[in-house]
């Protein structure tokens, strides 16, 4: 476990998929899920090298199908640790044999925490360390406390939204959507939406939403300049909300295996480092 501190917050991050474990302002309060077995294990896994899941769990890429499950591999892989201070931390993951069974690129993957007052600032940065055309995607997965229970939030966005939830057909997308939201900002959370899975915005107005209870004594702002897609998702009872920025999605029903035509996906020419990055500031 690796600790990151300034006045206003202390941070740990497991070495394990260089995942958030714990947010604490200077108070002791915690702002990150805690992972209770009863619900879902997971804090706040990164998502690499794909976002969601894929038509049977697959790809195919020159030819070759591949197997890849849900989110990637990145959130069970062991990071090294490649810089620390008092106030940052970088988490490195690099391609081996055991990722190149399941995704055939030469890759550098980072992921870096900064803290900045009572903000954390979070970039992936990825890197095609091979001589072909690098496909991918990346995306961020922090869950966030609600002790209160959702109903007792609502997440306003930073611009004016028509939000429409495109419809989830098990770890796939279908193209027809609900609409929730007509050309308002504040949308409040009702523990019915997420009875299916995951809410899935595309193409917003907004880069930034936040996450603020009734009484007005927490609140959570993300900025996600770059990334395109913009997910909600929470376990049915479950006292959290994750807020999930992505710069990728999930298949659809149709798709036809071939990585390089898939949907929001990212790449990277030889030698060339992609990078984004979302800021969460808390209270």
């Not at 049977?56 to 062991?78: M, N, P, Q, V, W």
């Not at 409040?188 to 193409?203: I, Q």
């Not at 009484?215 to 994750?242: E, M, Q, T």
């Not at 060339?272 to 808390?282: C, S």
Request: include cysteine; charged fraction near 25%.
């Amino acid at each position: 476990m690796v600790a990151i501190k300034n006045d206003s917050l202390t941070v740990e991050i497991s070495e394990v998929g260089a995942e958030l474990q714990s947010i604490k302002d200077s108070s002791g309060r915690e702002w990150l899920w805690q992972g209770d077995p009863q619900f879902w294990t997971g804090r706040a896994p990164i998502c690499f090298p794909i976002c969601g899941g894929l038509k049977e769990d697959r790809f195919i890429y020159k030819g070759k199908s591949y197997t890849l499950s849900k989110h990637g591999f990145a959130r069970k892989s062991i990071f090294e640790v490649v810089k620390i201070n008092e106030d940052s931390a970088v988490f490195e993951l690099k391609s081996n044999e055991n990722t190149k069974e399941m995704y055939p690129f030469d890759f550098v993957f980072r992921a870096k925490y900064k803290l900045k007052d009572n903000s954390l600032e979070v970039t992936y940065s990825v890197k095609n360390t091979g001589e072909d055309i690098m496909f991918f995607s990346v995306g961020a997965h922090e869950a966030y406390a609600t002790p209160e229970g959702i109903e007792n939030y609502k997440v306003v966005f930073d611009l004016p939204e028509t939000l429409r939830a495109y419809i989830l057909d098990g770890n796939l997308l279908e193209h027809n959507y609900v609409t929730l939201l007509e050309n308002k900002t504040e949308f409040p959370l009702l523990d019915r939406y997420f009875a299916v899975d995951a809410l899935v915005f595309k193409h917003l107005n907004s880069h930034g939403v936040t996450l603020i209870n009734k009484s007005g004594d927490r609140k959570i702002n993300v900025k996600f300049d770059g990334f395109d897609y913009f997910l909600l998702w929470h376990k049915h009872g479950a006292p959290y909300i994750c807020l999930e920025p992505w710069a990728g999605i999930q298949d659809p029903v149709d798709s036809d295996f071939i990585l390089e035509h898939k949907e929001g996906i990212n790449y990277a020419v030889p030698g060339e480092t992609f990078k984004r990055t979302h800021l969460i500031t808390f209270g």
